[in-house]
């Protein structure tokens, strides 16, 4: 879904739309995050160098637990300040430090912003490196591959003593 700038006014442009998030989002490797509808709300408006968005959205996420694999949801209300520019970008910028400003800054082809692309950035950052399905989660089995939130496995009590570490065990 696009938002053209020829739609935005001296005024601005209030925004509120449902938009359906289609395909799912690529983290890195094979996983995946899956995000139903998305309520995106905020206001457009035109500045010198393009135009600022200030917004939230508000959607749910399914993601994979990082210990148990095990799908669950994720509710996430983010909050985003974009600046929208048609300026190219610098030629040396991988080499240079940037500025807090230039973190929120994102390039656009001057006619149109995608709110998809906006979308999957905002909900991928928003995503934590390691989800959980919840903080006691206590994940699979190293041995047998249970989930040990459903039952214990009986591989703890096979568990083999570590013949590397006997005067460590003494200490104990």
Same mark, same amino acid.
Request: some cysteine; overall charge negative.
């Given at each position: 879904?696009?938002?053209?700038?020829?739609?935005?006014?001296?005024? %601005? +442009?209030?925004?509120?739309? !449902?938009? @359906?998030?289609?395909? $799912?989002?690529?983290? /890195?490797?094979?996983?995946?995050?899956?995000? %139903?509808?998305?309520?995106? $709300?905020?206001?457009?408006?035109?500045?010198?160098?393009?135009? =600022?968005?200030?917004?939230?959205?508000?959607?749910? /996420?399914? #993601? =994979?637990? =990082?210990?148990? &694999?095990?799908?669950?949801?994720?509710? +996430?209300? &983010?909050?985003? !300040?974009?600046?929208?520019? /048609?300026?190219? @970008?610098?030629?040396?910028?991988?080499? $240079?430090?940037?500025?807090?400003?230039?973190?929120? &800054?994102?390039?656009?082809?001057?006619?149109?912003?995608?709110?998809?692309? #906006?979308?999957?950035?905002?909900?991928?950052?928003?995503?934590? #490196?390691?989800?959980?399905?919840?903080?006691?989660?206590?994940? &699979?089995?190293?041995?047998?591959?249970?989930?040990?939130?459903? $039952?214990?496995?009986?591989?703890?009590?096979?568990?083999?003593? !570590?013949?590397?570490?006997?005067? #460590?065990?003494?200490?104990?």
């Amino acid at each position: 879904m696009f938002i053209e700038t020829k739609e935005i006014g001296p005024e %601005g +442009l209030v925004i509120e739309r !449902d938009i @359906e998030v289609g395909d $799912s989002i690529q983290l /890195a490797g094979e996983e995946t995050i899956q995000a %139903g509808a998305a309520h995106v $709300s905020g206001e457009l408006l035109r500045e010198e160098d393009g135009f =600022s968005f200030r917004g939230n959205i508000e959607t749910v /996420a399914t #993601l =994979s637990c =990082s210990r148990c &694999l095990e799908p669950y949801t994720l509710p +996430l209300a &983010l909050h985003f !300040d974009l600046l929208y520019t /048609a300026r190219p @970008e610098p030629a040396d910028r991988r080499q $240079s430090r940037m500025d807090e400003d230039e973190v929120t &800054l994102t390039h656009f082809d001057g006619r149109r912003i995608d709110l998809n692309q #906006l979308l999957e950035e905002q909900i991928y950052l928003a995503v934590p #490196l390691k989800p959980l399905c919840r903080p006691e989660c206590r994940g &699979l089995c190293p041995r047998c591959g249970a989930n040990l939130n459903e $039952s214990a496995c009986g591989c703890t009590q096979e568990r083999d003593e !570590d013949s590397r570490f006997p005067d #460590l065990k003494k200490l104990l």
